[in-house]
């Protein structure tokens, strides 16, 4: 999960796939950013940096089910919404939306941002979503959120008091959200997004005397667009600043990346872009965001290689690995059978209680394989985007089936008869030939390996059907492991990117 070094430039996103709504703090010389996780468990990957480039994930704030409760009935793109970290007082404090059923506005602190983070703490008096936190000079915590409104809030128990009042709300844009406070020289500034999270994203930016405003707009807004331009990068919005030990300051915003013709359609979701700023005149002044980056005038310190491979060969599963809305250990162990992960099904990829672990798909051309023995069950390999949105390859009494959902519709694409016993399945993604202004942003080719290792396939199915353009939503595709039904086990998963 770290940029890679090409000459005089890095790789742009830093951090590439499914990790939207980035909000980033540094204390000292490292860096902390966390991101929306939506419907998955663990819930708000924490990753780290010492150079703005190179990113590893060290955890996940939510990981336990007391400090998240997913019920069933949350849809995908359900769940945790846009959270901000700070560090405050000798602690790290993170506030997030979960909007899911019961959810609310919610506190959590920890003095290790990689974990434990604490049980959560409610904020009833926090109204909307994209909450936000800052201090002034008396010590008083204020939350700014979408639309844009701030109260006063006590982190420590959740509790507001005084009126909630309306700021600063853009340059008229749709979906003024995703406010970020902070005192930089003589003034607060208040940074938000508006014109919503798709194609006309923009970030605008005012300035004031006190947290309160009143807010001066800068005159440049929007600060960053890329609405109406054929740029490689779109949707650029939900910013948030940090300064550099140098005292040079950097922006990460959320982009995506378009392929294939009209309209253009991203399918790794909302990715995690770095653009410089320089200061002019008391306003902030974004470079260029491409997919591209010039290398940083500080040495890069790449942080340590995730391995392509997991054995499940650990009692616990490292932090990328997630699941739907829960992760119960009487459905999925690495306990069971050493060295192998177990899961147990209890319904289609198509139910809000579907049995997968996966990973974020973070590149746009890879390599997946597993090793299934489905000798108890049914389930295999699964590229997924929602319930109605999924592409799997699935083995079961002695032959593997490609199957695809897609809006209402599911079908069989194609069928392999297999000789019992466990079997490797394999994916690979890769960009379409291009036929005309509506092709693809990628072909996906299902098969299963041989045992002299050739690669025998099933199908090959579009892409732009598991795309954000076709199924809606704000999450990515996830690739991994399901149960249908009955005992599945998976001896290991390699990811190669290509």
């Known amino acids: 999960m770290s940029g890679q070094q090409t000459g005089g430039t890095v790789a742009n996103p830093v951090i590439p796939g499914f990790h939207p709504d980035p909000s980033i703090c540094r204390v000292g010389d490292d860096y902390y950013v966390v991101c ?41 793109s359900g769940g945790l919404y846009a959270p901000t970290l700070r560090h405050h007082d000798g602690r790290f404090w993170l506030i997030v939306t979960n909007v899911a059923e019961g959810g609310g506005n919610l506190l959590f602190s920890a003095t290790d941002p990689a974990g434990p983070w604490s049980e959560p703490t409610r904020a009833p008096g926090v109204p909307g979503i994209d909450p936000d936190l800052a201090w002034d000079e008396d010590g008083t915590c204020w939350c700014t959120v979408a639309g844009v409104s701030q109260v006063r809030l006590d982190p420590r128990t959740g509790e507001t008091s005084g009126e909630v009042r309306r700021l600063w709300s853009g340059t008229g844009g749709v979906a003024p959200e995703a406010p970020h406070l902070y005192r930089i020289g003589e003034y607060w500034y208040l940074m938000i ?19 309160a405003g009143p807010f001066e707009p800068c005159p440049a807004n929007p600060v960053l667009t890329h609405r109406g331009t054929g740029r490689a990068v779109q949707n650029t919005g939900h910013a948030d600043l940090v300064q550099g030990p140098d005292g040079s300051w950097w922006m990460v915003l959320l982009g995506v ?19 410089p700023v320089e200061w002019a005149d008391g306003w902030p002044v974004v470079g260029e965001v491409t997919t591209e980056l010039p290398v940083p005038a500080w040495p890069l310190q790449p942080g340590p290689e995730i391995p392509a491979r997991d054995d499940f060969g650990q009692v616990e599963l490292g932090p990328r690995w997630i699941s739907l809305r829960e ?19 209890r319904g289609s990829l198509d139910t809000l209680d579907a049995v997968l672990v996966g990973r974020r798909q973070q590149h746009l051309e890879c390599h997946v394989r597993t090793l299934a023995d489905p000798a108890e069950g049914r389930g295999g390999l699964v590229v997924r985007l929602d319930e109605e949105h999924h592409y799997e390859l699935e083995a079961a009494d002695g032959e593997v089936r490609l199957l695809a959902r897609v809006g209402p519709l599911r079908t ?8 019992n016993g466990p079997v490797v399945l394999g994916l690979r993604t890769g960009p379409q030939t291009p036929r005309d202004a509506r092709t693809g942003p990628d072909d996906l080719s299902f098969g299963i390996e041989e045992p002299d290792g050739t690669f025998a396939g099933l199908g090959t199915l579009s892409g732009r059907y598991l795309s954000t353009e076709v ?28």
């Open 36 to 76: 929306s996780s939506f419907e998955y468990f663990p819930g708000i990957p924490v990753l780290h940096s010492r150079d703005l480039v190179n990113w590893t994930q060290i955890g996940n704030a939510l990981d336990r089910p007391s400090q998240l409760r997913l019920p069933a009935s949350t849809l995908s």
């Open 193 to 211: 997004a508006e014109g919503g999270t798709e194609r006309g994203h923009a970030v605008s930016i005012a300035r004031g005397p006190s947290p």
């Open 257 to 275: 990346r378009p392929q294939g013709g009209t309209p253009g359609w991203h399918v790794l979701g909302r990715e995690i872009f770095l653009a």
């Open 327 to 345: 992760r119960p250990d009487g459905l999925c162990t690495t306990k069971e059978r050493t060295g192998w992960l177990t899961l147990r099904g």
């Open 412 to 419: 069989e694409v194609a069928r392999r008869q297999v000789p």
């Open 471 to 498: 199924a809606g939503g704000f999450t990515g595709r996830v690739i991994g492991m399901y149960a249908a039904e009955g005992t599945v086990h998976f001896d290991w998963f390699d990811y190669q990117p290509q």
